[in-house]
């Protein structure tokens, strides 16, 4: 039987995971664009939080996948239900590239354009929604792109604590030294990396040339 | 107008024992004494380093004294509300300063949109500007990378004159193009600041800028005024440091410039 048979036969189970994968990446890299932006925001107003909050979000990233899905499972509500702790693993590893990308995104944008802005009366708020997120948006959408297919790469481990998606069969495979259960989550695990890539760089070449390339 | 600055003498800005220093302790500025008629265009002459643009900045509060008080139509800046001080003062800068994500319509209307204004007065606000500046209306939707750097400038002193401020600064504004556009928008300048009679208060390092734009010049070196006269009198100074300044300059046309009202 080779993997196209299998994912024949099995279609609505790959298709329901493969839902259920995407409902994982997609609603932890929704919290983390919700709490990240913010956060990257915040640092490039109060320089002081900086250092904190991004070494913070460092360390989250170097624990290994595996031990932070375990190191929630304790945690009160959280640790009920194995989505929950899969969703919340995954929006805390989706946060570094965000905070890093909307502060450096705000840092990039040219200074004379923002004492242009100030000396001309403009609000905070003002030269924020109008000026610098607009002009960080292209390296605030490749912040998004970066956590997304890690999110989808790294989602596949939360299988191991039972949370279903696409990693189940790559583990079914390995304990059952069957390669086409192996790729039965690893094709749709990669081609859903790919998707989020390819329409998010498109996204991000979009919105963030708007600034360079004129519509006419 | 909203931008309208209450006035209480003849003086725009007064600089009243100014000092301005980093925290670590270096003095950009001291005990700076300077007045600014209204409707003059007083020239800040300096080699880089010397103060020129922090004094600039110390008048539209991007930079608070550390020491003494600017005087804005004979209030302290630092009893201004800042962002209605900035709305009533045209800000001009080195390579415009436009934003680069927003077309030369926007640009322009950046201030009264901010003072919401309703977009139709905006839009014709605009479209009377481009006319002041010299530019062709059918610029109003382009980008500013789409233009080239005299047509940028022009946008940024449209930009600067929007919302009809008094008084207008100029950092530098013409210092990035080349000889002929320069020339050709200085010339523009001086029309245009014969017609307007606004405050204005404009940096530059060219001592031929300044002898051809300048109502009054002053110079400074190294924090410090050295001398602040009027072009005529400013050539013939005896003074060690504007000596050297005209000096280095070598020969020199003579002075036609502007003689303001001041």
């Known amino acids: ?216 | 107008m909203s931008t309208d600055l209450p006035s209480k003498n003849g003086l725009a800005i007064e600089f009243r024992n100014v000092s301005y220093s980093f925290a670590e302790g270096s003095e950009l500025i001291s005990s700076l004494n300077l007045q600014v008629h209204r409707s003059e265009t007083l020239v800040l002459l300096g080699r880089s380093g010397s103060g020129k643009t922090t004094t600039l900045k110390l008048i539209n509060a991007l930079a608070s004294p550390t020491a003494g008080e600017v005087f804005v139509e004979g209030r302290p800046t630092s009893q201004w509300n800042t962002i209605r001080l900035r709305r009533g003062i045209g800000y001009v800068i080195q390579d415009a300063g436009l934003f680069p994500h927003f077309t030369v319509e926007r640009n322009i209307g950046l201030v009264p949109t901010i003072e919401n204004w309703p977009a139709d007065r905006v839009r014709q606000r605009v479209i009377e500007l481009l006319q002041v500046v010299g530019l062709d209306a059918s610029l109003a939707s382009r980008y500013p990378r789409e233009l080239s750097g005299g047509q940028r400038q022009r946008v940024g002193v449209a930009r600067a004159l929007a919302a009809d401020p008094p008084i207008l600064l100029m950092d530098e504004p013409f210092g990035a193009l080349d000889p002929i556009t320069r020339a050709e928008l200085q010339r523009e300048f001086l029309a245009l600041q014969r017609r307007l009679e606004k405050t204005v208060v404009f940096v530059t390092h060219d001592l031929r800028e300044a002898l051809l734009l300048g109502s009054r010049i002053a110079l400074m070196e190294a924090g410090k005024l050295v001398a602040a006269l009027p072009p005529d009198e400013f050539v013939r100074s005896t003074d060690p440091l504007v000596k050297q300044y005209l000096d280095a300059f070598g020969e020199l046309p003579t002075t036609t410039g502007n003689r303001g009202c001041a």
């Open chain 1, 1 to 216: 039987m080779n993997v196209f048979q299998f994912f024949w036969q099995n279609r609505t189970e790959v298709l329901d995971a493969t839902r259920q994968h995407l409902w994982m990446v997609g609603i932890s890299t929704l919290l983390a664009v919700i709490v990240g932006i913010p956060l990257g925001i915040l640092i490039t107003r109060w320089p002081a939080l900086n250092k904190p909050v991004l070494g913070s979000a460092n360390i989250i990233q170097t624990v290994p996948s595996l031990a932070l899905f375990g190191f929630l499972l304790p945690v009160p509500w959280i640790g009920a239900g194995a989505e929950r702790i899969a969703i919340l693993a995954l929006t805390l590893y989706a946060l570094l590239p965000l905070i890093r990308n909307t502060y450096a995104g705000i840092k990039g944008v040219d200074s004379s354009v923002i004492e242009a802005g100030r000396g001309m009366g403009m609000t905070d708020r003002q030269l924020l929604f109008q000026v610098e997120l607009p002009l960080a948006l292209g390296v605030i959408i490749a912040g998004v792109r970066v956590a997304a297919v890690i999110s989808v790469g790294l989602a596949t481990i939360a299988a191991a604590i039972g949370a279903g998606g696409l990693g189940q069969y790559i583990f079914r495979g390995i304990s059952m030294v069957n390669n086409q259960v192996i790729l039965a989550g690893a094709i749709p695990a990669a081609a859903l990396a790919l998707l989020c890539d390819m329409s998010l760089g498109w996204l991000e070449k979009r919105l963030g040339t708007t600034t360079v390339v004129p519509q006419s």
